[in-house]
């Protein structure tokens, strides 16, 4: 068992070539043979299979043998955790600039009221 | 101006490694000058000055020099366009999971109602 970092390592590794991106795009739209997967993209056989032993070690996609033909299937389960590991950090970060943001409107707020008692004075 | 796929590219390849993804953990809390992102870091400081280029390069963090300090910040633009590249993906294979439970389920009735026919009859 990979530990949370590692796993990261991997995924974000595997999602970081647009050859990759493409086999995953593709196998968005369902289970593909190897053949299948190889035959849009520009590139090898061989190549191929290297990029998608990236995508099974990264956990990403899962593969199945039955008879003769190996089926690819997308894991949605290390999708989602590359997606929450990003969205876990926009969100704090956004957060901050929610309360920097009260912070100044709130600051401005006694500005304009300071302004106004000493125009009234 | 990268196209999109050379600039997830970089952005993924940025986020591939743990001590990166500390650097982004600690600009989610705020600005940060280069030497107090070193020092949680069990680097070196040329090496934090290594990923931190990484970072820039892949349009994830900005910098800026103000008199002797160089400020980094985060740049939320970029890690959106990351995390939507995946959600984008992950939602075309739910989509497609959710398609087919539903044509196993109306199958499942037809089923049913061929069954009661059946034994109607």
Not at 18 to 36: D, F, I, K, Q
Not at 57 to 79: D, F, H, I, N, W
Request: charged share 30%; hydrophobic share 45%; net charge neutral.
């Amino acid at each position: 068992m990979l530990n949370q970092s590692m796993a990261l390592d991997l995924m974000f590794q595997a999602l970081a070539d647009p050859g990759r991106r493409s086999m995953l795009e593709r196998l968005t739209r369902g289970p593909a043979s190897v053949s299948e997967l190889a035959k849009p993209l520009a590139m090898s056989l061989p190549a191929v299979v290297q990029h998608l032993q990236v995508l099974v070690a990264s956990g990403l996609v899962k593969t199945e043998k039955v008879g003769r033909v190996r089926t690819c299937q997308l894991e949605p389960t290390a999708l989602r955790s590359a997606e929450q590991w990003i969205a876990d950090r926009r969100m704090v970060w956004e957060k901050r600039l929610d309360r920097l943001g009260e912070y100044l409107a709130a600051t401005a707020d006694e500005e304009d009221e300071n302004a106004k008692q000493a125009s009234e004075r």
